[in-house]
T-cell receptor, first 113, second 115 residues
């Protein structure tokens, strides 16, 4: 089953604008990761934030994590048409076997010219 | 290309037939994962290998599903007596060993359509 929800489910913006996606999860985590998926393709890892971190940057990406609220956000600045894709958050468990990632339901981002 | 590869990329089969998918992970990665993704949803975990040992299986993995990783390298996922509900994208991922789950590297997926 899915770990949590992503919000919004779909987002349409113009090139150059910023895009913000939110992710909520349910259980204690070791880390939270964001992945991108172009239509019908595999997933590409974007960024990982650990449970003891609050903010992380990578190029045009900014990720925040609030473990007290069990939520994370992904900000893409100065969006480009090539950013059009689905974006998923995924959580790695704090306890138990170091095995699976649990994915959210995804946000579909459309960037128009 | 040293990424994760999957074969075939697409498979169309009739209900009741058996299908087998292959995944070749990144060569130095000990961990291998299978996920299933249906339309409009995020990937859902199916099973996980550490080298050749299958360490965890999801409840989604019914007795019609079997996965192997015989020599700790490539893996196969077989679905017997396919049903229309098995139609989905099957994703394979690999990662190096470590204490916690870190970045996973995904293959392009095998899209299965059961008619």
């Amino acid at each position: 089953s899915q770990q949590g929800e992503e919000d919004p489910q779909a987002l349409s913006i113009q090139e150059g604008e910023n895009a913000t996606m939110n992710c909520s999860y349910k259980t204690s985590i070791n880390n939270l990761q964001w992945y991108r998926q172009n239509s019908g393709r595999g997933l590409v890892h974007l960024i990982l934030i650990r449970s003891n971190e609050r903010e992380k940057h990578s190029g045009r990406l900014r990720v925040t994590l609030d473990t007290s609220k069990k939520s994370s956000s992904l900000l893409i600045t100065a969006s480009r048409a090539a950013d059009t894709a689905s974006y998923f958050c995924a959580t790695a468990p704090r306890t138990g076997t170091a095995s699976k990632l649990t994915f959210g339901t995804g946000t579909r981002l459309q960037v128009t010219l | 290309d040293t990424g994760v590869s999957q074969d075939p990329r697409h498979k169309i089969t009739k209900r009741g037939q058996n299908v087998t998918f292959r995944c070749d992970p990144i060569s130095e990665h000990n961990r291998l994962y299978w996920y299933r993704q249906t339309l409009g949803q995020g990937p859902e975990f199916l099973t996980y290998f550490q080298n050749e040992a299958q360490l965890e299986k999801s409840r989604l993995l019914s007795d019609r599903f079997s996965a192997e990783r015989p020599k700790g390298s490539f893996s196969t996922l077989e679905i017997q007596r396919t049903e229309q509900g098995d139609s989905a994208m099957y994703l394979c991922a690999s990662s190096p060993s470590g204490r916690a789950v870190e970045t996973q590297y995904f293959g392009p997926g095998t899209r299965l359509l059961v008619l």
